[in-house]
T-cell receptor
Framework: KAGVTQTPRYLIKTRGQQVTLSCSPI?????VSWYQQTPGQGLQFLFE???????NKGNFPGRFSGRQFSNSRSEMNVSTLELGDSALYLC?????????????FGQGTRLTVV | AQSVAQPEDQVNVAEGNPLTVKCTYS??????LFWYVQYPNRGLQFLLK??????LVKGSYGFEAEFNKSQTSFHLKKPSALVSDSALYFC???????????FGQGTTLQVKP
């Protein structure tokens, strides 16, 4: 069974540009969450999607957005990139909405903003 | 507010010795607790979880964790450390009815030969 797939693995962008990251969850998983990981702030929750609906959103500016498609694949978009957006972005999928199920993470997309 | 704390930034142990990585939590209601491990430039790998039942939970790669409700702790343990266990370990709690995980700040485990 294939794991969570994130593309691309690495990305270099210039300040002011926008970027789209993609996540394909494990087959059958309907919940997809996104996290930002930085050395200073650790792992921070961005948002969660379930059945194409955003269920929760973290404390990030509106430049960060996401969506989920009918096949559960998800994308996140960051507009007007800032240097501080440089981070490892992790996607996680889980089988169901019950909180007792574990989330499985992709390998992440390393975004560098220059 | 819900939170997770890992009081040690780094834990150093010798190979073959037992290891403990500490985690305490603060949540409303019954906690659903998880441990993940991260190797350099990789995503997080699930190790184990506590949902209900026995306070001692066994997971992958010989790891186990002890849930202590009175001390609100969920410490990760392994009887005999391996050099290959060296990595970054995260404790997390999952919030009610959501997929949102709140993570501790992480603990770097260094196992020396």
């Amino acid at each position: 069974k294939a794991g969570v797939t994130q593309t691309p693995r690495y990305l270099i962008k210039t300040r002011g540009q926008q970027v789209t990251l993609s996540c394909s969850p494990i087959s059958g998983h309907r919940s997809v969450s996104w996290y930002q990981q930085t050395p200073g702030q650790g792992l921070q929750f961005l948002f969660e999607y379930f059945s194409e609906t955003q269920r929760n959103k973290g404390n990030f500016p509106g430049r960060f957005s996401g969506r989920q498609f009918s096949n559960s694949r998800s994308e996140m978009n960051v507009s007007t990139l800032e240097l501080g957006d440089s981070a490892l972005y992790l996607c996680a999928s889980s089988l169901a909405e019950e909180r007792n199920t574990e989330a499985f993470f992709g390998q992440g997309t390393r975004l560098t903003v220059v | 507010a819900q939170s997770v704390a890992q009081p040690e930034d780094q834990v150093n142990v010798a190979e073959g010795n037992p290891l403990t990585v500490k985690c305490t939590y603060s949540v409303s209601g019954n906690p659903y607790l998880f441990w993940y491990v991260q190797y350099p430039n990789r995503g997080l790998q699930f190790l184990l979880k506590y949902i209900t039942g026995d306070n001692l939970v066994k997971g992958s790669y010989g790891f186990e964790a002890e849930f202590n409700k009175s001390q609100t702790s969920f410490h990760l343990k392994k009887p005999s450390a391996l050099v290959s266990d060296s990595a970054l370990y995260f404790c997390a709690v999952r919030l009610f009815n959501t997929g949102k995980l709140i993570f501790g700040q992480g603990t770097t485990l260094q196992v020396k030969p």
